[in-house]
């Protein structure tokens, strides 16, 4: 099956990449990696703002990762054309808005790395880091960046 076919089987349909913030662009493609820089959750297509441990849940945060991966996975097809491509998800960063008590980062992150896993099979599986941080710009609960090879 193939990942476009996985995505509408999801009910996913994939966002255009969205302009930077700031002085960075959305991909750098080097060799057969491609780094994807880091895109924070959006809810309604503005700022999903919160903070784990005072203002949002564990499911909460599940959800808005599964959202951001959406995002990244629009980034990543504007970047190589075909998601058909991907080789593999290499390396998943995720920084979680959370307060200090909060130790529930890798189940946050698990919403972008189980989608990642439904959508591209066994190439999806990857290695992470899951870190709380003390505030992510704009006040997002979440945000994620991805290390892809591609063919």
């Not at 959006?42 to 995002?71: C, L, N, S, Y």
């Not at 980034?75 to 593999?88: P, Q, Y």
């Not at 439904?118 to 003390?134: C, L, N, Y």
Request: aromatic share 6%.
């Amino acid at each position: 099956m193939s990942v476009y076919d996985q995505l509408e089987e999801l009910g996913i349909t994939l966002p255009p990449v969205a302009a930077p913030a700031a002085a960075y662009v959305p991909f750098v493609q080097t060799g057969n990696l491609v780094y994807l820089s880091g895109h924070i959750a959006k809810k309604d297509g503005k700022p999903w703002v919160g903070q784990f441990g005072r203002t949002m849940t564990t499911d909460e945060g599940k959800a808005a990762a599964r959202a951001v991966a959406i995002d990244l996975m629009g980034t990543l097809h504007a970047a190589v054309g075909d998601l058909n491509k991907v080789k593999r998800i290499v390396k998943l960063m995720s920084l979680v808005n959370s307060t200090g008590d909060f130790t529930e980062q890798h189940l946050v992150t698990n919403g972008a790395s189980e989608l990642l896993g439904q959508v591209f099979g066994d190439k999806g599986q990857h290695a992470r880091s899951a870190f709380g941080v003390a505030q992510i710009p704009l006040g997002a609960c979440v945000e994620i960046e991805l290390v892809v090879e591609v063919r």
